[in-house]
């Protein structure tokens, strides 16, 4: 499986909103509605802030949302803050309980 | 919820190593648990997953015949043993808790550093 692409940065200053796409095939992000997403700050294990696509874990601020059409799924970050500043990282399953990340997104915060 | 992980370290190219997680917090033995690594300065790599009762494991490619994971209800613990060990080999590894209802991995370790190295 190949990873699943996502640009390789964003920027936006603080309060604006970002997106993150991630793009698969039909056979992962668009066969399944289970694309999640990660962040990462530096030096620190990732987080999971989005399963099932649109789904947030208890926690996390509704600031991050999540969508999906088609083979590419996007996370968008509303009212940009500084904590936001971290690596992002798409994941979706590709059956037989297999599944493939994304190649990550370094946000910026300007 | 939390995750421990041990036993990193460097290791020579054809080495072996074992890695270990202790989990507290949660029902160990109701979730599927699973070992993802991240090569320096690099993305994310599933390397295994395990089911609740020990029964059904998973392995990409890249370490398929080298790394074994396993696990003990008993004691919370995760465990991954890697032999053959390669340069590439070479990541920080998390041990993650697969999330109950969906393909996703809610709760991860602190990881742990493997150097594969002369």
């Known amino acids: 499986q190949s990873a699943l692409t996502q640009p390789r940065s964003v920027s936006g200053s603080p309060g604006q909103s970002v997106t993150i796409s991630c793009t698969g095939t039909?056979?992962?992000?668009?066969?399944?509605?289970?694309v999640s997403w990660f962040q990462q700050h530096p030096g620190k294990a990732p987080k999971l802030i989005i399963y099932?696509?649109?789904k947030r874990p208890s926690g996390v601020p509704d600031r991050f949302s999540g969508s999906k059409s088609g083979n590419t799924a996007s996370l968008t970050i509303s009212g940009l803050q500084d904590d936001d500043e971290a690596d992002y990282y798409c994941?979706?399953?590709?059956?037989?309980?297999?599944?493939?990340f994304g190649t990550g997104t370094k946000v910026s915060i300007l | 919820v939390q995750l421990v992980e041990s036993g990193g370290n460097l290791v020579k190219p054809g080495g072996s190593l074992r890695l270990s997680c202790a989990a507290s917090?949660?029902?160990?033995?109701?979730?599927?648990m699973t070992w993802i690594r991240q090569a320096p300065g690099k993305g994310l790599e599933r390397v295994s997953y395990i089911s609740s009762g020990g029964t059904y494991t998973y392995y990409p490619d890249s370490v398929k015949g080298r790394f074994t994971i396993s696990r003990d209800n008993v004691e919370n613990s995760l465990y991954l043993q890697m032999n053959s060990l390669r340069a590439e080999d070479t990541a920080v590894y998390y041990c993650?808790?697969?999330?109950?209802?969906?393909?996703?991995?809610?709760?991860w370790g602190q990881g742990t550093l493997v150097t594969v190295s002369t």
């Open positions: 039909s056979s992962d992000v668009g066969a399944y509605n289970y």
């Open positions: 099932d696509v649109t």
């Open positions: 917090g949660f029902t160990f033995s109701d979730y599927y």
């Open positions: 993650a808790r697969v999330h109950a209802t969906s393909y996703s991995f809610d709760y």
């Open positions: 994941c979706s399953y590709a059956g037989s309980y297999t599944g493939v």
